[in-house]
């Protein structure tokens, strides 16, 4: 389950997801790639067992995602001048990254931000990351808090995504906290902040505006151009299957006028604060549910409407042909043409932004 407006399930989508394991020697990286796996000899011949730093595995988990691929890196491994190169490539194609430190070597948490996240930084490597931490104590003798050892450099690298703990006393229970590592990895890389949000000026990004006011404008059906309760409902019921109680909406409203009282007219969502209500999402961490409310309206990783959306191939035809509206289209537009109609410039433009560019 997972939170829209309200609560519901995602949409999810099939990708193949790269997730690279870097970290400093003795942090256990490969054995968190292991522990993922009951098995980790892959039936397919070609790939060999794990080792070494290029090695494959193929790691089938629950979400819609399919598969992935984790690579061992260690500090070791890029310091040598023939594996450099390989490594630098390696993580620059990930498409999300596993950060490991040892919980009782904290010398290994610094030099998290110390080297890695400067090397990353430099490569530009602008993906998700996830940083988990494993201790050889038993946790009944364990005092160190993973969160509070782990804010300072969650507060520092706007990077990181989440800092998991993944030891545990039974080793029934490290199997499946390994394999949450990797899911939450695989999350983070399906709903990546990057293409939405501006870290350095606090802001969405232009094409992420204009997605959102593409779905705002579709579901705000009343003249006056604001989003009711039926409005906001109709997008969390589409989204999440659910619909958005009352009672939830209007504690969403009520949030939004606190933040931005110009977004609120009425009791309902002008689209400034719609947009509120989807930075503070973003705030909340709740990317993935505004991920899934833009690829449920159409979007692609990019922010631009998939090929499926404007089906170009359904307009091809002869020379000696032609092409009419269907009475369906035709009532369509009559609708649109009366809701904008004596509404003025502005209304009249926004009439033409339903299908922005893509």
């Known amino acids: 389950m997972m939170s829209g407006f309200g609560l519901g399930e ?23 790639i292991m522990a993922a796996v009951p098995d980790h000899n892959h039936p397919d011949p070609r790939i060999p067992p794990l080792n070494s730093y ?10 819609n995602i399919m598969v992935f691929f984790s690579i061992d890196v260690s500090v070791n491994n890029i310091c040598r001048p023939e594996d450099k190169g390989d490594i630098i490539r390696e993580v620059k194609e990930a498409d999300a990254i596993v950060l490991t430190f040892a919980m009782d070597r904290l010398e290994t948490l610094d030099r998290l931000s110390e080297y890695w996240l400067l ?3 430099h490569l530009k490597v602008r993906v998700p990351i996830v940083v988990a931490g494993y201790s050889v104590i038993q946790k009944e003798h ?30 029934s229970d490290i199997s499946w906290l390994a394999q949450a590592v990797f899911v939450q990895a695989q999350i983070a890389a399906m709903n990546h902040i990057g293409p939405v949000y501006d870290q350095v000026t606090n802001s969405l990004k232009p094409r992420c505006v204009a997605a959102l006011e593409h779905i705002f404008e579709l579901n705000a059906c009343d003249n006056d ?25 209007r504690a969403l409203i009520k949030s939004v006028q606190e933040l931005c009282p110009e977004g609120v007219k009425e009791n309902r969502l002008t689209v400034d604060g719609f947009l509120v209500l989807i930075t503070k999402l ?26 499926e959306m404007i089906p170009y191939s359904s307009f091809k035809r002869i020379l000696d042909q032609s092409v009419e509206l269907t009475n369906e289209a ?18 009249m433009e926004s009439l033409f932004e339903t299908a922005p560019e893509r």
Not at 10 to 32: N, Q, W
């Open 54 to 63: 290029n090695n494959v595995l193929w790691v089938g988990l629950y979400l």
């Open 10 to 32: 995602s949409h999810g989508s099939t990708k193949l997801v790269r997730i690279v394991v870097v970290g400093e020697t003795r942090t256990r990286k490969s054995s968190l």
């Open 282 to 307: 973003i705030m909340d961490r709740k990317l993935r549910t505004l991920w899934t409310m833009l690829r449920t309206f159409g979007y692609n990783n990019d922010i631009r409407l998939v090929d």
């Open 119 to 121: 090397l990353f930084r």
């Open 225 to 249: 151009y604001i989003l009711s309760d039926d409005g906001l409902n109709h997008i969390n019921a589409r989204c999440f299957s659910i619909p958005l109680m009352p009672s939830r909406c």
């Open 142 to 171: 364990n005092t160190i808090d993973t969160e509070e050892i782990t804010t300072p450099i969650r507060q520092q690298c706007r990077e990181i995504e989440i800092c998991i703990e993944w030891s545990a006393p039974r080793l």
């Open 330 to 347: 035709i009532g369509s537009l009559r609708r649109v043409y009366h809701r904008f109609n004596n509404l003025g410039p502005q209304m």
